[in-house]
């Protein structure tokens, strides 16, 4: 009896660790707090912007970041990432923390924004994951992009607290990519996943 004990202990303590591994190196799961992905990727009503109603884990998505993509593969324009912020953005924002944003700009290129479009090394940069409703009217003027950083935006361009205001994110601080949305069950997207994994093979 105590040696069945002892191996469902075992069996129990190895399972907890496997999963604490694979949060800690491989996959993490994170919550969507703001409307600064809208529509993309949505938070939960009553908050400003959120499209999510409420329910079970009060209706935001929920997403899961690949921690080791970014290992096998450079970091693309157009990949939704998880990201520490840099300082500034805590006061900037009000909030510092863990973001999620979309990719936009690449270690030595040049961003610019004219009148809500976006212009990389001079050249408007193709966006069909912004919606018109979403889009701003700002205009700023070009600046490179320091090597080894980062420039990123959020989709709802009118509610994204981003690089606009606090600047690149280092390469160090990048957590991992977004490789799908695992809850609410209506949003859950099995087929980006398999797209997303089968590219790192």
């Avoid at 909030?95 to 290129?109: A, D, F, N």
């Avoid at 408007?124 to 919606?131: K, S, T």
Wanted: include cysteine; hydrophobic fraction near 40%; charge should be positive.
């Amino acid at each position: 009896m105590l040696r069945v004990t002892i191996d469902w202990l075992v069996t129990i303590l190895g399972a907890i660790l496997i999963v604490l591994a694979i949060k800690q190196w491989v996959i993490n799961p994170y919550r969507i707090p703001s409307s600064s992905m809208e529509p993309t990727l949505n938070c939960a009503a009553p908050g400003e912007g959120c499209l999510a109603g409420g329910g079970l884990f009060d209706g935001s998505d929920r997403v899961l970041a690949c921690r080791i993509c970014f290992d096998v593969s450079a970091p693309a324009r157009g990949e939704i990432v998880v990201f520490n912020t840099p300082p500034r953005a805590a006061i900037a924002c009000g909030t510092g923390g863990v973001y999620v944003k979309r990719l936009i700009g690449l270690p030595g290129e040049t961003w610019s924004e004219k009148d809500g479009y976006v212009y990389i090394n001079g050249k408007r940069l193709n966006e069909p994951y912004i919606q018109a409703r979403y889009r701003d009217t700002l205009t700023y003027p070009p600046q490179k992009i320091p090597a080894g950083h980062y420039f990123m935006m959020g989709d709802n361009r009118m509610g994204s607290c981003d690089s606009r205001r606090w600047g690149t994110v280092p390469r160090s601080d990048l957590i991992g990519k977004v490789i799908a949305t695992y809850w609410p069950p209506a949003r859950i997207s099995i087929q980006a996943v398999v797209e997303r994994l089968a590219s790192f093979l």
